[in-house]
């Protein structure tokens, strides 16, 4: 199977989804994206504009290990803020885009009270979700979790894995 690219905006709800699909996936892998940055000693915050560089390096290295795991016979999930911008790191290969889109207000209830180190800063994630609202072509990629339970999310996308609703192909 294609990778999953499990998106949105900070609180969306992608790790809580990705830990919950994982074991219905034989030989599952879940990349949790935010762990590549705290990876790097000194980052610079993703949403500032001078990380672009480490933010293409860090995509780049993503997108690596997932192939080489996919590659490896392996369904990868790939949890994290990979907006439509990044989708070129991951090549010309199939994979299935998901975008969990909650509402602005429930986005912001949900990202503002997580702990640290999550990003919790109202400016950011708003501006986010504004960019995941925008998906133009690929509008159809958005799920809208807002009423959803994590075991309703969970076994939508379960179900569009199956038919292959969010499947992006080169």
Known sequence: MPPIILTGPPGAGKTTIARLIAP???R?????????WHYIT????PHLPEAHTQNTAVMNII???THAYTNAGYQVICDGIIGPWFLPTFGPHPLHYIVLTPTEPTTLTRATTRKSPALTDPTPI???HRQFASL????HHALDTTTLT????????LNALTTGTYLLTP
């Open 24 to 26: 219905h996936l034989p």
């Open 28 to 36: 599952s892998v879940h990349l949790h994206t935010d762990d590549f």
């Open 42 to 45: 000194a980052p610079i915050p």
């Open 63 to 65: 997108a690596t290990t």
């Open 126 to 128: 708003l501006s986010l």
């Open 136 to 139: 133009g072509p690929l509008t």
């Open 150 to 157: 994590p075991a309703q999310t969970t076994t939508t996308i």
